[in-house]
């Protein structure tokens, strides 16, 4: 009779320890980011809404990389959620066409990843981080160019550089030059995304792509351009999450979109400074957020 006690407590301590393993899985949920301030940002936001506000416990796996990573990751379940574009998901993930417009560029790639990625796109943030073209002051001062069209004219006596990934997309250097007819001087110098700012900062370039609120274009007084012609899509951020993440937690759907409409170009390029240029850090700067939002 005692053995047969301890074989049915062995048995049920086993099937408890189970059922616990399976909860914690579902209970965890992973949120990433790329490798740039906005995003590991807008990753650690996401986190700290949930954990403040659910019971469902947040790994974090910010700064992970560039955008082919992120998406990797997201297909195959290593992550859940991470920050994504709406230009970014159109040209480099569905690669498709450019499309000016932001709601049909946002239904396109809501409509796509569902489909084609069991992927859902939640409401836009608000703000429209597209990609930009940035000179030195000197530069400015020098040719008083404002627009792409402009920087035609004298792209043959400057020296263009920018991260590594700029150069493998379709909304990238080789799509910009070839739209605009352009001819820089020598080849393009490629680098991290790190490592790009300090580069022109220090003379070693005269022009780089940007995105539009990026803290250090204030930091280093850059001169955005005008893309006159329409070149980039627009760019607008959102919580991307997997459909079968979704559907343990359906819960995400309402609390992420709390932040819909929350984050303008201004209040974006102000946190990126923050963090980026003051050096305040990220947990601290999404945290005051949230709080001054009245979301945490």
């Not at 937690?249 to 390029?269: F, K, R, V, Y």
Request: net charge negative; with cysteine.
């Amino acid at each position: 009779m005692k053995r047969r006690i301890k074989l049915i407590s062995v048995v049920l301590a086993l099937a408890l320890a189970v059922v616990s393993f399976s909860g914690c899985g579902k209970d965890t949920i992973v949120i990433g980011s790329k490798d740039f301030g906005e995003s590991v940002v807008l990753g650690e936001m996401f986190a700290q809404l949930i954990e403040k506000n659910t019971e469902i416990k947040v790994t974090r796996k910010l700064n992970m990389g560039g955008t082919f990573v992120c998406f990797e990751a997201i297909k195959n379940g290593d992550i859940d959620i991470y920050p994504e574009y709406t230009g970014t998901g159109l040209t480099a993930q569905l690669k498709m066409d450019v499309v000016g417009d932001p709601d049909e560029a946002y239904r396109i790639v809501a409509e796509e990843f569902d489909k084609q990625f069991e992927i859902t796109w939640l409401q836009p943030l608000g703000f429209n981080n597209t990609y930009t073209l940035a000179v030195t002051s000197d530069v400015y001062e020098q040719y008083g160019v404002e627009t792409y069209s402009d920087l035609v004219k004298i792209s043959e006596n400057l020296v263009f550089g920018a991260e590594h990934e700029f150069f493998d997309r379709q909304d990238g250097y080789d799509g910009l030059v070839a739209f605009y007819g352009m001819k820089f001087k020598g080849e393009p110098k490629k680098m991290n995304t790190a490592l790009k700012y300090q580069a022109i900062g220090n003379g070693d370039m005269d022009v780089t792509d940007a995105f539009a609120t990026d803290g250090p274009i204030k930091q280093y007084n850059l001169k955005v351009l005008e893309d006159d012609k329409g070149f980039f899509p627009p760019y607008y951020a959102a919580p991307i999450i997997r459909n079968e993440t979704l559907e343990e937690h359906p819960e995400l759907s309402g609390l992420l979109n709390q932040l819909s409409g929350l984050l303008d170009d201004e209040a974006m390029t102000e946190l990126n400074y923050l963090v980026d240029v003051e050096g305040k850090s990220v947990e601290e700067t999404a945290r005051d957020f949230l709080t001054e939002q009245g979301l945490i």
